[in-house]
C-alpha cells in the first residue's frame, strides 16, 4: 500500500537544461516493467509518483518530439527519494526542420522474458497476413510444411487474445493468412513463459493481440489495401468504438480477398531393401483464391469504481478454393521412364470460425498495489468442410481417367473456464495463484469416392471417422519478490490430462491419463546501471493437437496426403536462458533446452505401395537444441533508429521412431535488423530485412533464404489519415529449398509462392483524440483494473 509520505520525485529536463512541461512520466515495477501509474510534470518539469515503500520500481519519461528515456532501477525507501533529472534527447521532430513527429511506441520492445512486436502502425503491415508479420519476427521461421519455429526449436503455444489455437501445420498456418495483419496491434515472443500461461509449447508461446480502441468518445476508422504480386490482394475493413467513464462498446470487421500461386517440384528416390531403386518428378503449379471475413465486437461495463465486465464475440471465415495442375513422371530403377500422368486437384474449403468470451475483473481496494480477480469463460468453434476432386490422365502407359472426390466435415470446440487472483504479501513479496479447465472436442468425418470405367464406390479403406476429445485441469501458483537489486520469481503449474481418441473401424483408438508438474523460476540481478544478469528454468510439455493424432487423410496430389499419427505421445522440455543486458538496451543470452520424444515431421513411402508418399508426425528420442540470442537496438541518428536480432543455435536430434543413431545436426544463424526512419513532411520508414542460413528439424534440412521488405508512410488531414506503400520480398528471395533423407528414400523440395507484393493502402481515423486514462491523476483502483483488464 502506499503512503502519503511516500513517494520518488524528481524533474524532466531537455539536453539544454529547460524544464519539460506535461510530458508522461510513468512509474513501472522493476521485475516486468508494468506500468504502476502515470504523471504528468508541471510548469517546472517536475513530478511526484506515490508508491509503496520497499518496491523495486523504474520511471521512464516520455514526451511528444523527444525519445524516452528510462531511470536505473532501484528500491523505494520509506523516506521516499529524488531521482536524478531525467534528460530527454530531442528525436528528429526537433533536430530536423519540417518533420512531424507521432508519439509512437518502437517497433520491436525487447523486456526480460520477452519482444513485443508493435506493428499496429507499421508500414510493413498495410496488406499483409498475420503469418507475414511472423515471417518477419526475430528469430521466427516458417519451414516448408508452414511449421512455424522459434529460435531453431517447434512447438510452440499459439495465442490469440490470450485464447489458445489449437491448431499445427498447415492449419494454423491458413488461419494465420486468413487473418489480415490490419486486426494485429501486437505480436509477443515469449520464450520462457510463467507459470500463470499453459504449460503447452515446448519451445514458447507467440501471443497475438488484436486492436482495441483506448479513446474517449465516439471514434473509428476505414482502411483500404491493394497489393500486387503475381495476382491481386485486397484488404478493407473499418472499426467502429464508444467509450465513456463506465462503459465501451467496440468493433471491427476486416475483408480480404487475395488470389495467390504456389509452385512446387518435388524429386524423390525411393531404393526398397532388397528390390531395385525407383524415382520420380513432380511439377505442381497451384493457384488459389482466399476471401476472409474477420470482425470482432464486445462491450466493457464498469459496475463499479473497482469491477468490471466484458463480453466478446469474434470470428474468422474464410473459404479457399484452388486448383493444382500436376505433371509426375516416374523411372525405374535403370533410370528409364516407366510412367507419366497428369493430374488436376481441386480443393475448396470452407472454415468458418466463432469465439465467445465473458469476463470479470474486480479490484478490492482502492490504490495501487491492490489484491485483483479475474475470470474468463471461453467458447470456440472452428469448423472445416473440404471439398476434393482429384482427376488423374495416364499418358504412357495410356489407361482409363481416374477419379477421385472426397469430403472432408471437421468440427473442433474449445471450451475453457478460469480464474486468476493476485495480492500483494509481506516483505515485498505478491502472490498471483490460478485455476483453469479446459475442453477439447474434434468431430471429423471424411468420404472418398472412387470412379472407375464409368462406375463410382465408396472407398472403405481410407474413408473414415474420428472423434479427439481432451481434458485438462491445472493449477498454479507464483511468488514474485522484488529486492533492491534482486527481483526472484518462482512458479508451480500442475495439468491433468486425460485424451481420447476413437475410430469408427477401433483400429486407430487410444486412451491416456497423466499428470505433471511444470516449475519455473527466474532471477534477475542489477549490478548496476550498465550490467545485469537474468537466469530463467522452465519445464513445459506439447501435447499433440487433435490433427496430428487423426488419421484421415488429406491428398496433396496423386502420389503425397497427409495424415495424423494416433500412436503420437506428449513430449516435454526443459529449458534454461542466462541473459545478460547491457546499459537496459543491450542484451545476450545463451539457452539450452532438452526436448524428450519431439514431434517432428516425417514423409516415408506409404504401406500401399505405387509411390506413394505419406506425411505425419512422428516422436523421436531426445532433440538437444543450444542457442546464442543477440538484440542490439541502436540510434544511428535522431531521425533513424535500428534493431537487430541474431540467433546462433545448434539442434541435435537423436533416434528416430524406432531408435537408432542420431538423425541430424547442424548449426544455424537467423537475422533480421529492422530500420525506421523519421522523414520531412510528415513521412516516415521502414527497412526490413531477414536472413537464415538454413536450419535443420528433424529429418529436414531447409537451405539458406531470407527477404527484404520496405514501406513508407505519410500522415495527412492533421494525422486524421495515412497513407502507405510497401514492397515485400523486393530480391524475391524467400523460396523454400529443403531436403529430407532416409536409409532407403530420400526427397527433395522447391516451393515458390506469391511473396513479391508491392501494396497501396489508406487508413482514415475519425473521432475524438483523448485516449482513456489520460486524466492527470488516476485512482489506484482504476490503475489496478485497467492493468488487470489488460488495457
Not at 504 to 518: K, V
Not at 646 to 656: D, M
Request: aromatic residues 8%; proline residues 4%; without cysteine.
Amino acid at each position: 500500500m502506499g503512503q502519503a509520505g511516500t513517494a520518488v520525485n524528481g524533474t524532466v529536463a531537455d539536453n539544454a537544461g529547460a524544464p519539460v512541461v506535461f510530458a508522461t512520466v510513468t512509474l513501472h515495477r522493476a521485475a516486468d516493467s508494468v506500468a504502476v501509474k502515470a504523471e504528468f510534470t508541471g510548469a517546472q518539469g517536475t513530478f511526484r509518483l506515490a508508491a509503496a515503500p520497499g518496491g523495486r520500481y523504474l520511471v521512464s519519461a516520455a514526451q511528444v518530439g523527444f525519445q524516452r528515456q528510462w531511470s536505473p532501477a532501484f528500491e523505494l525507501p520509506a523516506a521516499g527519494l529524488a531521482l536524478a533529472p531525467l534528460v530527454l534527447a530531442r528525436s528528429a521532430g526537433t533536430a530536423l526542420a519540417e518533420v512531424s513527429v507521432t508519439a509512437a511506441r518502437p517497433l520491436y520492445e525487447h523486456l526480460a522474458d520477452r519482444t513485443v512486436l508493435n506493428v499496429e502502425n507499421s508500414p510493413l503491415a498495410a496488406g499483409a497476413t498475420t503469418l507475414d508479420l511472423l515471417g518477419r519476427a526475430p528469430g521466427v521461421t516458417v519451414d516448408a510444411g508452414d511449421n512455424i519455429g522459434l529460435r531453431g526449436r517447434q512447438g510452440l503455444l499459439v495465442l490469440l487474445d490470450g485464447k489458445r489455437l489449437a491448431l499445427t501445420g498447415t492449419e494454423l498456418a491458413d488461419l494465420l493468412r486468413a487473418l489480415p495483419a490490419e486486426q494485429v496491434s501486437t505480436i509477443e515472443l515469449i520464450t520462457n513463459p510463467p507459470a500463470s500461461y499453459d504449460a503447452q509449447g515446448t519451445a514458447g508461446v507467440i501471443a497475438i493481440h488484436l486492436k482495441k480502441d483506448q479513446r474517449l468518445g465516439t471514434n473509428g476508422s476505414v482502411n483500404a489495401a491493394y497489393g500486387r504480386g503475381e495476382f491481386g490482394k485486397f484488404t478493407s475493413g473499418g472499426a467502429l468504438n464508444y467509450r465513456r467513464q463506465r462503459f465501451n462498446a467496440f468493433g471491427n470487421y476486416t475483408y480480404s480477398d487475395r488470389r495467390n500461386f504456389t509452385r512446387v517440384d518435388i524429386e524423390r528416390q525411393f531404393a526398397p531393401a532388397g528390390g531395385p531403386g525407383r524415382s520420380s518428378v513432380q511439377n505442381n503449379d497451384l493457384v488459389s483464391h482466399l476471401q476472409s471475413h474477420a470482425f470482432k465486437v464486445g462491450a466493457d461495463f464498469n459496475l463499479s469504481a473497482r469491477t468490471l465486465v466484458g463480453v466478446t464475440a469474434g470470428g474468422l471465415a474464410h473459404q479457399l478454393a484452388s486448383t493444382n495442375q500436376n505433371q509426375t513422371t516416374t523411372y525405374d530403377g535403370a533410370v528409364a521412364l516407366a510412367s507419366r500422368y497428369r493430374a488436376v486437384i481441386t480443393q475448396d474449403v470452407h472454415r468458418p470460425n466463432a469465439t465467445l468470451n465473458a469476463n470479470l475483473r474486480h479490484v478490492f481496494a482502492d490504490s495501487a498495489g491492490a489484491a485483483t480477480l479475474s475470470a474468463d469463460a471461453d467458447y470456440a468453434r472452428y469448423d472445416t468442410r473440404r471439398l476434393t476432386g482429384l482427376t488423374t490422365a495416364y499418358d504412357q502407359p495410356s489407361g482409363p481417367l481416374g477419379l477421385l472426390a472426397g469430403n472432408q466435415q471437421s468440427r473442433l470446440y474449445i471450451e475453457s473456464v478460469k480464474a486468476d487472483y493476485a495480492r500483494p504479501l509481506p516483505h515485498r513479496v505478491r502472490l498471483e495463484t490460478g485455476a483453469k479447465v479446459t475442453s477439447v472436442r474434434s468431430d471429423n468425418d471424411v468420404a472418398f469416392d472412387r470412379t472407375q470405367n464409368g462406375v463410382t464406390d465408396r472407398d472403405l479403406g481410407i474413408s473414415n471417422t474420428f472423434r479427439y476429445d481432451e481434458n485438462v485441469n491445472a493449477a498454479y501458483g507464483i511468488l514474485r519478490r522484488a529486492g533492491a537489486r534482486t527481483a526472484l520469481q518462482a512458479g508451480l503449474r500442475a495439468e491433468q490430462t486425460n485424451t481420447l481418441g476413437q475410430s469408427a473401424n477401433g483400429s486407430d483408438d487410444f486412451e491416456r491419463h497423466y499428470f505433471q508438474l511444470f516449475p519455473s523460476l527466474s532471477v534477475d540481478q542489477t549490478f548496476n546501471d550498465r550490467h545485469a544478469l537474468s537466469l530463467a528454468l522452465s519445464r513445459r510439455i506439447e501435447r499433440p493437437i487433435y490433427n496430428q493424432v487423426n488419421p484421415l487423410r488429406v491428398y496433396i496430389d496423386p502420389t503425397s496426403y497427409g495424415a495424423g499419427n494416433p500412436s503420437l505421445v506428449p513430449a516435454t522440455s526443459y529449458n534454461v536462458e542466462l541473459t545478460h543486458t547491457f546499459r537496459q538496451k543491450f542484451s545476450t543470452g545463451l539457452s539450452y533446452s532438452r526436448t524428450d520424444r519431439p514431434i517432428v515431421i516425417q514423409s516415408q513411402p506409404s504401406p500401399e505401395g505405387n509411390l506413394l508418399v505419406v506425411s505425419q508426425s512422428v516422436n523421436l528420442a531426445v532433440q538437444h537444441n543450444y542457442a546464442l540470442t543477440l538484440t542490439a537496438p541502436l540510434t544511428l541518428a535522431p531521425w533513424w533508429t535500428f534493431y537487430g536480432n541474431a540467433v546462433l543455435y545448434y539442434a541435435r536430434f537423436v533416434g528416430g521412431p524406432a531408435g537408432g543413431p542420431p538423425i541430424n545436426r547442424r548449426p544455424a544463424l537467423t537475422f533480421s535488423g529492422s530500420n525506421t526512419f523519421a522523414l520531412p513532411g510528415g513521412w516516415s520508414g521502414e527497412l526490413s530485412t531477414n536472413f537464415e542460413t538454413g536450419e535443420t528439424f528433424g529429418y529436414e534440412r531447409l537451405k539458406y533464404r531470407g527477404q527484404v521488405a520496405a514501406g513508407l508512410q505519410k500522415s495527412l488531414w492533421a494525422k486524421q489519415a495515412t497513407l502507405r506503400l510497401n514492397v515485400a520480398d523486393i530480391f524475391y528471395t524467400t523460396p523454400i529449398r529443403s531436403t529430407q533423407s532416409y536409409a532407403t528414400f530420400a526427397e527433395t523440395f522447391y516451393q515458390r509462392l506469391d511473396t513479391r507484393v508491392a501494396t497501396l493502402a489508406f487508413t482514415y481515423r475519425f473521432g475524438s483524440a483523448t485516449v482513456a486514462g489520460a486524466r492527470k491523476r488516476a485512482a489506484g483502483a482504476e490503475e489496478e483494473l485497467r492493468r488487470a483488464a489488460g488495457q
